[in-house]
Structures are given as C-alpha cells and as structure tokens.
C-alpha cells in the first residue's frame, strides 16, 4: 500500500505539471530558410505558415508569408502582404487570415485590417480604423469577433487614445470599445502573451512600467477581465503562450524581462482556469524574444525570434506537447480504465465510473492536493463490467471537505490510473 500511495502522489505531480516521467526536451530541428523576429504563426491542414516579421539579411521587416511542412521539412514563400509588418496580430476567422497592426515600413497612417484566402498571392484590404493601429497588442478571434488588446499606436504617437480591449465584428464590420477603464493614462501594456481555450482567453506578463508577472483572464462571451490569484514564475513579455489539447496544458515560452534580454525557460500551466498550477518546464537551447510557436501534432515548434543580441535565430526547435501516463496504455485497456467524473466541478456529490475487463480487487481513493489521504471508497473485489460511486465531498469521518482541486485513483492488478477533479463549495 506504501507504494501505492507513493505512486498516486507521483502520478498527482504529473498531472499539475511539476514534472513528468520523462521530461520532454527541446530539441533543435532544423533552420528557417528565410529567419525573422517579430513575424506571427497559425497553422491550417497540417502546415505552419510564419507571417512578416523583421529579416536580418534585409535589415528590414519584411511582407512574406512563409510556409513550412514539418513533414518534408521544406519553407518557401507563399504570398505577401501589402504592408511590411513587425510586431504585429495574425489569426484565422471561416478559413480566412486576418491581420492588423505592428510597425510597418510603406504607409505609416495605414489602418488596414488585411485578408488572406491561403490560396491569393496577395492579402486584400478587408476594412479600415484607426484602432487597428496597434503595435505589440495581443488577441484572438472567437466566433465572429477579433479581439484586440493592448498595444501602442504606432503612427499617431504615444499620446494616442486607445481602449485597452476593443472588438471587430467580422459580420456588422464594427469596431467597439469594450475596456477603456482598465488603464486611465494613454498607456496601455504592450506584448503580453495570450491564449484561448474554450471560452476564456489567458493573459499573461507583458510590458507596463516595468515587465509583468500577472495572469489574468478574459471571459469571452461577456468580455469581462478579472485577476487569478496565481502569477507566472518569471516575469516576461514578447513571449508566446500555446496550448495544446493534447496535454491539456498551456506553455509559455521565451521572451525578455528587466534582467534578462532573452529568456530561455518554458512555463507549464495546469488547471488554468480554475486553481492553476504554474511549474518550470524544459530550458529551451536558444533563448530568444519577439519570437514564433504553434501547436500541431502534439508537438511545440518555435521559429525565429531574437536572442539577447538581437541577431534573429534561425534554429527551429520543438518539444512534445502530448500527453503523458505513468502506465502503459496496453495495460490500461488491457485490464480496467477510469472515466472522468461527472458532473465536474461538482457540488455537492460527483459520480466516478470505471470499468473492468476482468473479476479483480480494486480501491479507489480521494486525495487532496498536498497527497492526503481523504477518503477510501471502495476497497474489495468487484466483476468485470461497468461500475458507478458517488462522492459527496466528504472525508473518511463524514465531514464535508472545502472547495477545491482532489485527485481521485483507481488503484488495480499493481496498476493505477489517477484522475483530476474540482469541487466547488
């Protein structure tokens, strides 16, 4: 039982992210055919496409789009956009690219929000405003809305009044001002990291007077913010956060902050939107800043960037972003397998399946974050089939425990499987 125990708290820590059985590391794969700094990336059907960005070889910023095959491991230069680019927001609304804001190099008052069909040689103009005017602002596109956030204007100067969050209705083709309460002054944070997952989207440093360690969350559907009360480990900004539904986890990467020109660490968040859970990942091998990353395939890839230099790094590197298991999934299928419990979160009692394979002694467990032991709820021999417990949020002398993160185990054959749940009082 002693190891048991032991394995339940190791499989805990795999779960919230503090380490794993082993630990995937960055590995350089390969170089950019065209390398370049402040460039954007999205992926579509299994391609990776990096989008402007400033170019060492040119000394300038650059109009390209770039495309490349993880596959084949071939780049080649796909379309241009109308505006030479740096520091600027890309994303992808009914399989269209759209594309505002960053330093540019042709038209300084230009406020084009651009539009690219992944097949044109060329982005077209899709709408004009001022408030496209934004350099090292963050964002996304949930449903038919672009969400802009933060940043600077560029071409009308710092005194430029611009809503901390403002939003375009791909349908209406308006923009409106969400949040200009936030930031009283025409100061606003400028490269924070962000990324959406289901209905929230995570925020995270940035640059406001000084660099940042905030964790912030934005609801999407009200477009509400609100503090968690978690902060990253270091300060950054010019980072990229991902996520990968692979893992379920969001990654942040790289960047700078006040002592650190370019960093090098990786941060893996766990239960992001409910009690998150921050922990240190894998050192990547070039620290860089105002770099590029997307998810595909359960992996990481990072391209371009600065290092503390600022030479653009043309070394591409990646890290698996899929899921990890302490026991062999052969086994599991094998023998027995845990559902997530439903409802979760839960209040005031969830309902735990599994089944079995074959006639067998099981135990199923509740633990609480720290790895104590809250309750046993079942200890002795059951069929093979489909089973269902109840859990009604209490301990192993009856009283209701409080809101909170709990890790719950079946425990078979010297095997184990360990799941997360929420309970929310």
């Excluded at 709408?127 to 071409?155: C, H, P, Q």
């Excluded at 960037?305 to 899921?323: H, L, M, Q, T």
């Amino acid at each position: 039982m002693k190891n048991q125990i032991l394995y339940i708290l190791f499989s805990f820590h795999l779960l919230c992210g503090y380490l794993t059985a082993d630990e995937p590391t960055w590995q350089v794969t390969g170089k950019m055919k065209y390398p370049v700094s402040g460039a954007q990336s999205v992926v579509r059907d299994s391609l990776v496409y990096v989008i402007g960005g400033y170019s060492d070889s040119l000394q300038a910023n650059v109009r390209w789009i770039q495309q490349f095959n993880p596959v084949s491991g071939e780049w080649s230069i796909v379309a241009n956009m109308i505006e030479k680019r740096y520091g600027f927001f890309a994303g992808i609304h009914d399989d269209k690219l759209y594309i505002y804001g960053g330093i540019n190099e042709v038209n300084p008052n230009s406020f084009n929000l651009e539009e690219w069909d992944f097949g044109s040689p060329n982005t077209v103009v899709h709408n004009e405003n001022e408030l496209f005017d934004r350099v090292f602002s963050t964002g996304t596109v949930y449903k038919d809305n672009l969400l802009m956030i933060g940043g600077y204007a560029a071409s009308r100067g710092s005194n430029a009044n611009l809503p901390y969050i403002a939003n375009f209705d791909f349908h209406s083709m308006e923009i409106s001002s969400v949040d200009d309460t936030s930031f009283t002054s025409n100061a606003l944070p400028v490269q924070q990291m962000s990324v959406a997952v289901n209905d929230n989207l995570f925020l995270f440093g940035g640059s406001f007077n000084g660099v940042l360690q905030n964790y912030d969350i934005i609801q999407l559907e009200n477009l509400s913010r609100y503090s968690v009360g978690s902060r990253i480990i270091t300060p950054r900004a010019a980072g990229v956060a991902v996520y990968s539904s692979y893992s379920d986890l969001i990654y942040l990467i790289g960047g700078y902050n006040e002592t650190t020109p370019a960093v090098a660490s990786l941060e893996v968040i766990s239960n992001y939107d409910t009690y998150p859970l921050v922990s240190a990942g894998s050192q990547l091998n070039y620290a860089r800043r105002n770099h590029a990353a997307v998810v595909l395939n359960e992996k990481i890839y990072v391209f371009g960037g600065e290092n503390a230099s600022g030479k653009v790094i043309d070394f591409i590197e990646e890290i698996y972003a899929g899921p990890v298991s302490v026991v062999e999934e052969s086994e599991l299928i094998k023998n027995f397998s845990l559902s997530q419990n439903y409802p979760n979160p839960f209040n005031p009692e969830t309902n735990i399946s599994f089944t079995l394979q074959k006639s067998m002694e099981i135990q199923v467990e509740i633990y609480n974050t720290l790895g104590e032991k809250i309750i046993t709820l079942v200890d002795g021999s059951f069929l093979a089939g489909n089973h269902s417990i109840k859990w009604n949020g209490s301990n192993q002398e009856g009283k209701a425990v409080p809101t909170g993160v709990y890790l719950y185990s079946l425990i078979a054959d010297h095997n184990f499987i360990t799941k997360k749940m929420l309970l929310l009082r």
